[in-house]
């Protein structure tokens, strides 16, 4: 296993796996890496190298008490860009990863990023599109219950049963989740999802694929998606019919396939 220490002394945990041109891949709040694990192996037979990291607090990274706001967490992307020295990058989020790259371009630059894609993104705000009243509620139901939370959602999340994931499959996602600890879980939560990166999306100096499904509960495409489209000077909006937020696991192929048609040729 792979770990990058901080100036801090806090370890990351991540994979750099192919040569070739790098690919980013920045998980989805509460998940860690291994969701990209129908897309890394299609990415390395077409000639990438893809590189992925835990983000502090979950998965195999450490877990300090702090740091969960967006400055610090673009900054451990950076840490890896830097450490690693990648350059000409492709960088791929998905739901919260989109607003930490978001944040890493305005506080860091396009120096070693070319391009981006954003996959089912929180931004631009999604607490002022929710309201006051219903945020703050999906933070308290969260809190007071997080299994029952996780298993409420687990239906929306990969549009069950109509998109063909097994529960097994289902119930392992929601289970990496539930490893995350509730205080970095909400700490995450108010970061990505209650910070205006309106501004930020405007400056943004690349193109930007967003893809977004139509099913999407947990960031709805016509309060994320397309208002993230819409700001982002290059952009190209991708929609998916039915496609959930979970998007990387039920529209697997699909994704891959506009993923590699989006790439440089390696």
């Known amino acids: 296993m792979s770990y990058l220490t901080d100036r801090t002394g806090n370890r990351f945990y991540y994979k750099d796996l192919g040569e070739g041109p790098a690919v980013l891949l920045v998980h989805s709040w509460a998940f860690d890496s291994s969701i990209w694990e129908y897309q890394i192996p299609a990415l390395l037979e077409a000639g990438y190298r893809c590189v992925a990291m835990d983000r502090r607090g979950h998965g195999r990274s450490d877990e300090p008490g702090d740091g969960y706001d967006l400055d610090t967490l673009a900054d451990d992307l950076a840490t890896l860009l830097e450490q690693l020295d990648l350059r000409g990058v492709s960088a791929v989020g998905h739901s919260m990863g989109c607003a930490e790259l978001t944040r890493y371009l305005s506080r860091h630059g396009s120096g070693r990023v070319r391009r981006a894609a954003f996959l089912g993104p929180v931004t631009p705000y999604l607490r002022g599109a929710l309201g006051e009243e219903a945020y703050t509620g999906g933070l308290a139901e969260l809190s007071a219950d997080r299994p029952g939370w996780?298993?409420?959602?687990?239906?929306?999340?990969?549009?069950?049963?109509?998109?063909?994931?097994?529960?097994?499959?289902?119930?392992?996602?929601?289970?990496?989740?539930?490893?995350?600890?509730?205080?970095?879980?909400?700490?995450?939560?108010?970061?990505?999802?209650?910070?205006?990166?309106?501004?930020?999306?405007?400056?943004?100096?690349?193109?930007?694929?967003?893809?977004?499904?139509?099913?999407?509960?947990s960031t709805p495409l016509e309060l994320t998606g397309r208002p993230t489209d819409a700001l982002i000077p290059d952009s190209r909006l991708v929609v998916y019919p039915g496609a959930p937020h979970g998007l990387y696991v039920t529209h697997r192929e699909q994704l891959t396939k506009d993923l590699l048609a989006w790439l440089p040729t390696p």
Do not use: K, N, W
Request: hydrophobic share 50%.
């Open 150 to 217: 996780f298993a409420a959602g687990r239906a929306g999340y990969f549009a069950l049963p109509d998109s063909g994931v097994s529960a097994a499959l289902a119930d392992e996602a929601m289970a990496t989740g539930l490893r995350t600890p509730l205080e970095v879980m909400l700490a995450c939560q108010r970061a990505a999802t209650g910070t205006d990166l309106t501004a930020e999306l405007t400056a943004l100096d690349i193109p930007v694929l967003v893809v977004h499904g139509d099913r999407d509960q």
